[in-house]
């Protein structure tokens, strides 16, 4: 996969060796809007209400999925521990979709390096 303005390609292929990298680590944010909540609290079969007090965090006017202790720092919440996968990939958030081209990793080329395997630089 290629994206317009970026200096690398990444090949998915790689995520079923990797075992999560981009799912877990530092805590940060990870940010779902009203439509991809909406889809999600769906999928698991959950109203609006109850998904968003079980899954998300609000910061500010915004959501963030709820993080879990992992390893030596955090995960998704809807990491699979067992697998190390996500276990809503067909749902996941845009955020999740767009990576790795992210306008962060376009400043941190090492750190891009070291979280993902799937990625070539051109």
Same mark, same amino acid.
């Not at 779902?32 to 909406?38: K, V, Y």
């Not at 006017?61 to 955090?74: P, V």
């Given at each position: 996969?290629?994206?317009?303005?970026?200096?690398?390609?990444?090949?998915?292929?790689?995520?079923?060796?990797?075992?999560?990298?981009?799912?877990?680590?530092?805590?940060?944010?990870?940010?779902?809007?009203?439509?991809?909540?909406?889809?999600?609290?769906?999928?698991?079969?959950?109203? *609006? /209400?109850?998904?968003?007090?079980? %899954?998300?965090?609000?910061?500010? #006017?915004?959501? !963030? @999925?709820? &993080?879990?202790?992992? *390893? /030596?720092?955090?995960?998704?919440? %809807?990491?699979?521990?067992?697998? #190390?996968?996500? !276990? @809503?990939? &067909?749902?996941?958030?845009?955020?999740?979709?767009?990576?790795? %081209?992210?306008?962060?990793?376009? #400043?941190?080329?090492?750190?891009? &390096?070291?979280?993902?395997?799937?990625?070539?630089?051109?």
């Amino acid at each position: 996969m290629k994206q317009d303005g970026f200096e690398w390609e990444f090949d998915p292929s790689f995520c079923e060796e990797c075992g999560g990298k981009c799912c877990t680590g530092e805590s940060g944010y990870i940010w779902i809007d009203e439509g991809e909540s909406r889809l999600l609290a769906e999928h698991l079969g959950l109203n *609006e /209400d109850e998904f968003k007090e079980k %899954f998300l965090i609000k910061v500010g #006017k915004k959501f !963030s @999925i709820k &993080e879990k202790s992992h *390893e /030596d720092g955090y995960a998704c919440v %809807f990491f699979d521990e067992i697998n #190390k996968n996500c !276990s @809503i990939y &067909e749902f996941r958030p845009s955020q999740c979709r767009s990576f790795p %081209f992210w306008d962060y990793f376009r #400043k941190n080329l090492r750190e891009l &390096e070291r979280e993902c395997i799937g990625v070539k630089f051109l």
